[in-house]
C-alpha cells in the first residue's frame, strides 16, 4: 500500500485509534446497515466495500497491529507536510531543544 492508496479506518469508521473491540463492531454495525448496497436511500456499494475491510482489519489484533504500524508512518508524513505547506517546523530534539524544554518543567 503506497501512501497514495492509505485509508484511514480510523477515519472511516468514525473513532479513535484507541477504540476497543465493542466499538468497533457498533459503528461497522453502523455504517454497514446504512451504505449496504441494499439500502435504496442511501446505498454505496464502494463505500460499503471500505467499510467491510476496515471492520476486517480493525478487529483482527495482528492485522489491527500491522496496520497501526502504518497508520503511524502516515500520520506521521502527514504532519510533516503540514508543517511544511504552514511554514513551520516540527520539534527537534537537540541538547538545545531539551533544554529550553526542561526549563518550563523545573
Not at 501512501?3 to 479513535?16: G, N
Not at 461497522?28 to 467491510?52: C, L
Request: net charge neutral; with cysteine; proline share 4%.
Amino acid at each position: 500500500m503506497t501512501a497514495s492508496e492509505f485509508i484511514d479506518y480510523y477515519e472511516v469508521l468514525e473513532i479513535s485509534p484507541r477504540a476497543n473491540s465493542e466499538t468497533i463492531e457498533r459503528m461497522f454495525r453502523y455504517f454497514a446497515q446504512r451504505y449496504h448496497p441494499d439500502n435504496s436511500q442511501a446505498g454505496d456499494r464502494s463505500r460499503f466495500d471500505v467499510i467491510v475491510e476496515a471492520h476486517n482489519t480493525l478487529r483482527d489484533p495482528l492485522r489491527r497491529a500491522r496496520y497501526d504500524i502504518q497508520y503511524q508512518v502516515q500520520s506521521s508524513a502527514r504532519s510533516k507536510l503540514v508543517d511544511e505547506l504552514n511554514g513551520t517546523k516540527t520539534w527537534q530534539d537537540t541538547p538545545t531543544s531539551r533544554a529550553s524544554c526542561c526549563r518550563f518543567y523545573m
